[in-house]
């Protein structure tokens, strides 16, 4: 089948748009956010890495979209990590993996938290390029002898947020990655789309199967759920673990409506 083929990007315009102008950039930018996402989630994440590191302005565009879709949600997730982070004592480390415009860290760093945001494309000040399903550059080590598990060495995070970033088609090894540079007994948080789960349960058996204890599940908001979970020792070898990581249709792509 061939691949289909992305709308072009938003000329840039020289003059004020007629009202059925407007309506028809809005239909094409909504199509080329919808290409865009779409290719996001259904692509291993180092092709979607490739993609923007080749295009910058793709992932510019996306977020654009993205900003525009989360305004017909009643609550921002992030906006609720913000709240509910602002409370931990300063100094906490935060890794917010998938950050987008790392707005977690725009609204914390100036309150005394450390938050070290990651994505595919570097904003150039508080955004480090990464490929968070492949490797985050922090330290942390990994244990993976089944006759002796264990909780790892040398991590410095507190707290790792995962606010509908486990993109992807290998988005379990997001979840790999942030029990290896947790702490002992560091919090996990993830908030994901509620459409994109076939089986909640499943879900959160994934996840504690990756090293991590169940602290509880908010599903109060129409648009989206939310999971706390505890670093504990990872009790899985390499074949187990491998195997986990294989289980990506509990998470479906989310897709956007035409608007």
Known sequence: ????????PPAANQAPLTSLQKKMKGSLDGARFRWINE????????????????????????????????????VNPVDHY???LSKYPVRTVVADLGCGDAA???????????????????????????????????????????????MGKGQLVDVVVCALSLMGTNWPSCVKEAWRILKPGGELKIAEVTSRFSD??????????????????????????????????RNLGQKGLDKVLTQTALLKPCEYKRR
């Open 1 to 8: 089948m061939e691949k289909s083929k992305a709308p072009p």
């Open 39 to 74: 290719e996001l989630y259904k692509s291993h994440s180092t092709t979607a890495h490739e993609m923007l590191r080749n295009d910058p302005d793709v992932f510019r565009e996306y977020h654009e979209g993205f900003r525009h879709q989360v305004k017909s949600w009643p």
């Open 82 to 84: 913000i709240s509910q």
């Open 104 to 150: 977690l860290a725009q609204a914390l760093i100036p309150k005394g938290m450390v938050v070290l945001s990651f994505d595919l494309v570097s904003d150039g000040a508080y955004v480090v390029e990464a490929d968070v399903c492949e490797k985050v550059p922090l330290p942390g080590s990994e244990v993976l002898d089944e006759n002796s598990p264990g």
């Open 200 to 233: 909640v349960k499943k879900f959160e058996k994934l996840v504690c199967e990756l090293g991590f204890k169940a602290k509880s599940m908010d599903d109060s908001n129409s648009h989206f759920m939310l999971f706390e979970f505890k670093k504990v020792p």
